[in-house]
């Protein structure tokens, strides 16, 4: 029963999310809000709304450590998982301003999360840190948008607004989608709780594996459907908008409602944090190089989540060969990529003086 509630809980979010966005979008439209602020906001939002529920409900139920891990273990996914099976499929094209951009701003975000947890815990002070960010960000977008002249964000929303249903049909998806997500997450976080002490684990392990990939559903589909119709560019800015979005607007969020501080433990702060911020950063060199991420670096950023995953179950059910593992990927894996980084950054340097 708790695996058939968890099943439930990630298919309740995953429609949830994709009513309130339709619905949302369409009711904004209704009111003449443009349809690049309805991208930028009620879109962005929208693909976070899993991530969001969960983290907000395990928060203010005092799973504080749960909302945090969410947050941590759909980022590593996003870029890890998600762009590693897109760029098997086909390669992706990174564009220009994810380079010069939207990609700094994801590490950096990382880096305030790294800075912020280093004490354990994300407090209300923090978190409204993070929320004024929120704020900040979307604005600058809105704002550069307005500036470049796009009048449309993206063929998601075109498509989305085409449709012209009645407001009264608009506010039944949208009171509908919010549903399913409180459903949802409810049933999620209280199977995530029960998974864990089931298996004598830590509530923070099912959230950074089963809870994590879970949420992170709607990224997967929108990443891999982008990829196979040939969008290869939405791919990739779907992924690090989302990545931008669950530490701002989700642990923001968490923190403000949640009674209690969110909660960083030892792992948490001292090996899953860094691992985030770790993959944030290794996605600069890599888009850098060629604008292009292909089937090799896809390949090894699979390879790369397998072994997290991996050292994460071996911590957790302390199996025997937990040192022998860690010291395989921290002496053989990690540095055979650091070196096909620098390698192909070289390469790639002296192609472009050339």
């Known amino acids: 029963m708790t695996w058939v509630m968890l099943i439930v809980g990630l298919v309740?979010?995953?429609?949830?999310?994709?009513?309130?966005?339709?619905?949302?979008?369409?009711?904004?439209?209704?009111?003449?809000?443009?349809?690049?602020?309805?991208?930028?906001?009620?879109?962005?939002?929208?693909?976070?709304?899993?991530?969001l529920a969960v983290s907000v409900k395990a928060a203010y139920s005092g799973q504080a450590e749960l909302a945090i891990a969410n947050v941590v273990g759909?980022?590593?996914?996003?870029?890890?998982?998600?762009?590693?099976?897109?760029?098997?499929?086909?390669?992706?094209?990174?564009?220009?301003?994810?380079?010069?951009?939207?990609?700094?701003?994801?590490?950096?975000?990382?880096?305030?999360?790294?800075?912020m947890t280093l004490d354990g815990n994300i407090n209300r002070i923090e978190a409204a840190i993070l929320a004024i960010g929120l704020v900040s960000y979307t604005w600058f977008l809105f704002y550069q948008g307005k500036q470049k002249g796009v009048d449309v964000s993206d063929g998601e929303v075109?498509?989305?607004?085409?449709?012209?249903?009645?407001?009264?049909?608009?506010?039944?998806?949208?009171?509908?989608?919010?549903?399913?997500?409180?459903?949802?997450?409810?049933?999620?976080?209280?199977?995530a709780i029960e998974l864990a002490t089931a298996w004598g684990v830590n509530e923070a392990v099912i959230g950074l594996t089963i809870v994590a990939a879970g949420?992170?559903?709607?990224?997967?589909?929108?990443?891999?459907?982008?990829?196979?119709?040939?969008?290869?560019?939405?791919?990739?800015?779907?992924?690090?908008?989302?990545n931008i979005f669950n530490i701002l607007c989700v642990l923001g969020l968490s923190g403000l409602v949640?009674?209690?501080?969110?909660?960083?433990?030892?792992?948490?702060?001292?090996?899953?944090?860094?691992?985030?911020?770790?993959?944030?950063?290794?996605?600069?060199p890599i888009f850098f190089i060629g604008s292009v991420l292909n089937r090799i670096e896809g390949f090894m950023f699979l390879l790369l989540y397998v072994a997290y995953v991996w050292v994460l179950i071996a911590m957790a059910l302390s199996l025997g060969y937990l040192a022998q593992l860690q010291t395989a990927i921290l002496y053989g894996l990690i540095p055979v990529v650091l070196a096909y980084v620098l390698v192909t950054l070289v390469l790639e340097l002296r192609k472009r003086r050339a």
């Open 258 to 284: 949640s009674p209690i501080p969110l909660i960083a433990g030892e792992q948490l702060a001292g090996f899953d944090i860094p691992v985030m911020l770790g993959v944030a950063a290794l996605c600069l």
């Open 74 to 115: 759909s980022n590593i996914f996003n870029v890890l998982f998600i762009l590693g099976l897109a760029a098997l499929i086909s390669p992706l094209i990174i564009s220009h301003q994810l380079i010069r951009q939207d990609v700094p701003i994801m590490v950096g975000v990382s880096i305030v999360a790294v800075l």
């Open 158 to 191: 075109e498509e989305m607004l085409k449709t012209n249903a009645p407001m009264w049909q608009n506010i039944l998806l949208v009171v509908g989608g919010l549903i399913l997500l409180v459903m949802g997450a409810r049933w999620l976080v209280q199977s």
């Open 215 to 242: 949420t992170s559903l709607p990224e997967v589909v929108t990443s891999i459907v982008a990829t196979l119709r040939g969008q290869r560019d939405i791919a990739v800015g779907n992924v690090v908008g989302s």
């Open 12 to 51: 309740l979010l995953v429609v949830g999310a994709d009513l309130l966005i339709k619905g949302a979008a369409r009711l904004a439209s209704n009111f003449g809000v443009p349809a690049l602020v309805i991208g930028l906001t009620v879109v962005a939002f929208g693909t976070s709304a899993p991530e």
